[in-house]
C-alpha cells in the first residue's frame, strides 16, 4: 500500500489537475491511517516497529480535549446579556 501511495504521489507532482487520481490517494492515505490506527490499539509494539520500517510520520490518536483545554489560553469573552445582535430600527 505504501508502494502505491508513493506512486501515485510522484504521478501527482508530474500531473497536478489529475483530480481522480488524488481522489484514490487520499483514500489510499486514509485506510492506511485507519488501519495504524487499529493497530496501535491492538499492539503498540508491532505498530512502532511497522512505522518505523516504512519511514513514514503517523500521529497517534489521542483523546478528544475537552473546551478547556482546546480554548483554555484565551481570555473569556464578554457575556451578550440577552441583546441580540441585529438592531431592528423602529418606524
Known amino acids: 500500500m505504501s508502494e502505491r501511495i ?6 501527482l507532482k508530474e500531473h497536478p489537475k489529475d483530480f481522480s487520481t ?8 486514509n485506510k492506511r491511517r485507519r ?3 487499529y493497530l496501535f490499539r491492538e499492539d503498540e509494539k508491532r505498530y512502532v516497529d511497522i512505522v ?3 519511514g513514514i510520520r503517523h500521529k497517534v490518536p489521542g ?11 484565551f481570555p473569556p469573552q464578554k457575556p451578550n446579556k440577552g441583546k441580540s445582535k441585529i438592531k431592528l430600527s423602529k418606524k
Open 22 to 29: 488524488r481522489r484514490g490517494l487520499v483514500a489510499l492515505v
Open 35 to 37: 488501519l495504524l490506527n
Open 52 to 54: 518505523s520500517a516504512l
Open 63 to 73: 483523546s478528544i480535549p475537552s473546551k478547556e483545554d482546546q480554548y483554555g489560553r
Open 6 to 11: 508513493a506512486h501515485l504521489t510522484n504521478h
